[in-house]
């Protein structure tokens, strides 16, 4: 079984920063990739960005310059540094992970969802 927590979320004032975590856990023998994605209300799912195991990124266009991804091989965790927060990322955001425990097939999970409010 595979586990995926998010922390990090809140709200914060335009122009703000908010990091968020997720933490991997549970049986996971190779890591493809890890990502963050996010839902706004009455809007699809979206990604925001990823990271692959050859550590290659990869960001919305909306958050290029703003959004910083990084993970902790070790540990299992991903991160993402949010700066200069703006009104429209406000949403949900969800991690999100791509893997295969050692004899299983290839499985992408997701966490819980994390709420970032962008609001004065």
């Known amino acids: 079984q595979v586990q995926l927590v998010e922390s990090g979320g809140g709200l914060v004032q335009p122009g703000g920063s908010l990091k968020l975590s997720c933490a991997a856990s549970g049986s996971i023998f190779v890591i493809y990739a890890m990502g963050w994605y996010r839902q706004a209300p009455g809007k699809q799912r979206e990604l925001v960005a990823s990271?692959?195991?050859?550590?290659?990124?990869n960001y919305a266009d909306s958050v290029k310059g703003r959004f910083t991804i990084s993970r902790d091989n070790a540990k299992k965790m991903v991160y993402l540094q949010m700066n200069s927060l703006k009104s429209e990322d406000t949403a949900v955001y969800y991690c999100?992970?791509?893997?295969?425990?050692?004899?299983?097939?290839?499985?992408?999970?997701w966490g819980q969802g994390t709420q970032v409010t962008v609001s004065s």
């Open positions: 990271i692959r195991s050859e550590d290659s990124t």
């Open positions: 999100n992970l791509d893997s295969r425990t050692v004899t299983g097939p290839r499985v992408r999970y």
